[in-house]
Structures are given as structure tokens and as C-alpha cells.
Nanobody, 119 residues
Framework: QVQLVESGGGLVQAGGSLRLSCAAS????????MGWFRQAPGKERELVAA????????HYADSVKGRFTISRDDAKDTVYLQMNSLKPEDTAVYYC????????????WGQGTQVTVSS
């Protein structure tokens, strides 16, 4: 399993920006697809964005398309989530997750980082 540690969460006003980082250790980072999930109070965890092991393919939830950008730096074993034009409905705990290439589920998870967007 790869170990994941998120950082970069915080409190921001609506319309502002934050960049989340997720540092990985323990396995070959480049062998993993990476994803960012979020969970708001009373709601199910949802996939926000994902990036393939090569960085060549990305996926975004409809609710964040055009506002969020996922990227990875394999030299730093880190995946990022740039969040722009934040809205109060983006408030949630954001989790980084890893999925080994060829495996269907994300099996490694970080501890989560809180993002709060005030109106």
C-alpha cells in the first residue's frame, strides 16, 4: 500500500482559490492512478477528480469542471488539486486516494483535509 498525506485545506471566501497537495510514500508512485474525493456532512463520499498513472487522462465531476484541475508531479511523488472559483457547496473534507494500475477500486486513502468556503 502507498501512504498518502494531504495538505493545503483551509477557510476561503467564495470565489477564492486553494491548492491541495497529496504526498505519497511507500510504493512506486508512478504505478498508481490518483484521485481526489470529498465528503460533505450528511452526504456520501464523491469522486471529484482523477488522473491516470501516466498523467495522460483526467476525469472531473460535472460540478467542478472548469474550476478544478488535477495534476501530478512524479518527481515529487505528489498529486495536486487546484481549486478556483470556490463555492460554499465545495465545503467538505477532501481525501486523496490511490489505485494501483489494473485494479478497479481506490485502496489507499489519506486522512483528509478540511476545505470550508464561506459565502
Amino acid at each position: 500500500q502507498v501512504q498518502l498525506v494531504e495538505s493545503g485545506g483551509g477557510l476561503v471566501q467564495a470565489g477564492g482559490s486553494l491548492r491541495l497537495s497529496c504526498a505519497a510514500s511507500g510504493r512506486t508512485f508512478s504505478s498508481y492512478d490518483m484521485g481526489w474525493f470529498r465528503q460533505a456532512p450528511g452526504k456520501e463520499r464523491e469522486l471529484v477528480a482523477a488522473i491516470s498513472w501516466s498523467g495522460g487522462r483526467t476525469h472531473y465531476a460535472d460540478s467542478v469542471k472548469g474550476r478544478f484541475t488535477i495534476s501530478r508531479d512524479d518527481a515529487k511523488d505528489t498529486v495536486y488539486l487546484q481549486m478556483n472559483s470556490l463555492k460554499p457547496e465545495d465545503t467538505a473534507v477532501y481525501y486523496c486516494a490511490a489505485r494501483r494500475v489494473g485494479v478497479s477500486n481506490f485502496t489507499s486513502w489519506g486522512q483528509g483535509t478540511q476545505v470550508t468556503v464561506s459565502s
